[in-house]
T-cell receptor, first 111, second 113 residues
């Protein structure tokens, strides 16, 4: 069965303390990997799409990378406004749906 | 470009009632997907509609149903509400190909008492 696993479940950082979030996947025939940010009580906000191993995308303090087994979301010098839950998802076919999500990493950045 | 809109934003219902949620996708998007999000289960796929046809369905009981109109707007209905149906219901739209990004609306928070 296709699966997406994110770690850690929660991460507490001090402002300026860089770190990485992990998303590992087992999917037959990867057709892309998506990263989303979700604030409490709101819908997920699209961040990045990665299609092939070795690909990298950047946006402000965030950089997403992709290997054949996993993806990383690197956060450089985070600020309190980066606090949110970060979700990764992969598109699939079949009854699991058209998009399988990981459970997310809840990031808290303290000033 | 306007984003995905969902109405209503909040709903309070009692067990046994039914509810209808509405979603308007981004202009030009033909696919609308619905998800249920709860703290314990995360985001779970309900169903997807593409050009007024249900293209895929998740593992939810038949009490959950939906439809899509010719203008791509979609509705989902939950009949005979149960306490466990309390959740954030999210709608997402895309162009409809498997590798297309999905863009989410703000969600409808349903509370069943």
């Amino acid at each position: 069965e296709d699966q997406v696993t994110q770690s850690p479940e929660a991460l507490r950082l001090q402002e300026g303390e860089s770190s990485s979030l992990n998303c590992s996947y087992t999917v037959s025939g990867l057709r892309g990997l998506f990263w989303y940010r979700q604030d409490p009580g709101k819908g997920p906000e699209f961040l990045f799409t990665l299609y092939s191993a070795g690909e990298e995308k950047e946006k402000e303090r965030l950089k997403a990378t992709l290997t054949k087994k996993e993806s990383f979301l690197h956060i450089t010098a985070p600020k309190p406004e980066d606090s949110a839950t970060y979700l990764c998802a992969v598109p699939v076919r079949g009854s699991q749906g058209n998009l399988i999500f990981g459970k997310g990493t809840k990031l808290s950045v303290k000033p | 470009k306007a984003g995905v809109t969902q109405t209503p934003r909040y709903l309070i219902k009692t067990r046994g009632q039914q509810v209808t949620l509405s979603c308007s996708p981004i202009s030009g998007h033909r696919s609308v997907s619905w998800y249920q999000q709860t703290p314990g289960q995360g985001l779970q796929f309900l169903f997807e509609y593409f050009s007024e046809t249900q293209r895929n369905k998740g593992n939810f009981p038949g009490r959950f149903s939906g439809r899509q109109f010719s203008n791509s707007r979609s509705e989902m209905n939950v009949s005979t509400l149960e306490l466990g149906d309390s959740a954030l219901y999210l709608c997402a739209s895309s162009f409809g190909f498997i590798d297309n990004e999905q863009f989410f609306g703000p969600g409808t928070r349903l509370t069943v008492l």
